[in-house]
């Protein structure tokens, strides 16, 4: 068990044992310097509860980060206000991601460049495409995008076709079907 799933386990984020993201997210982060990460999606009660159990707090995945890279400024985006929350090297920004407009604001508000995105969000097919289209010039150079939660195998190839730059996907778990569409910078 690698040290992010035990942080994962231990903030109850839904990335390691329902998804098994995080074995696959150490393998790919565990030798780069992240600085600054752009998480969106911060998580709901309403939607992570039945996933992970009544104990979940908002912004799991969020402290998971902020532990695993101990030097990086971590940021969350969300369209839910009642998540937001600021805490230390955590800030977050109210964002709907299906809406250009609002993608820019966030990203102004947020600054600078980031080294890794992880797309948590809406999970719609159209919302997912703009914003990576829109985010991937906001990733330094060998920077990460990740797209969580595709639904199958081939979902994750039709996202990869209406991308504007190279992706790959990763089947993180056969059975249940979770896939991850990595893009680099």
């Known amino acids: 068990m690698t040290r992010l799933c035990k942080l994962c386990k231990q903030y109850g984020s839904d990335k390691d044992g329902l998804h098994n993201y995080t074995p696959l997210y150490h393998a790919l982060l565990a030798k780069r310097k992240i600085t600054r990460m752009l998480e969106i999606g911060i998580g709901t009660k309403a939607c992570m509860v039945p996933a992970v159990g009544r104990n979940y707090q908002p912004g799991a995945s969020l402290r998971m980060w902020r532990d695993y890279f101990p030097d990086a400024e971590i940021w969350g985006w969300d369209i839910d206000r009642d998540v937001l929350v600021n805490d230390g090297r955590i800030h977050t920004h109210w964002c709907d991601q299906s809406d250009i407009s609002s993608l820019e604001a966030a ?79």
């Open 107 to 185: 990203a102004d508000a947020s600054g600078k460049m980031f080294d890794l995105i992880v797309d948590d969000g809406s999970h719609i097919l159209d919302h997912q495409v703009l914003s990576a289209n829109f985010l991937y010039n906001r990733l330094t150079p060998g920077g990460l995008y990740m797209v969580e939660d595709m639904a199958n195998i081939a979902a994750a190839n039709h996202l990869v076709s209406l991308l504007r730059y190279p992706a790959t996907v990763y089947v993180t778990n056969p059975i249940r079907q979770d896939v991850l569409v990595v893009l680099e910078r």
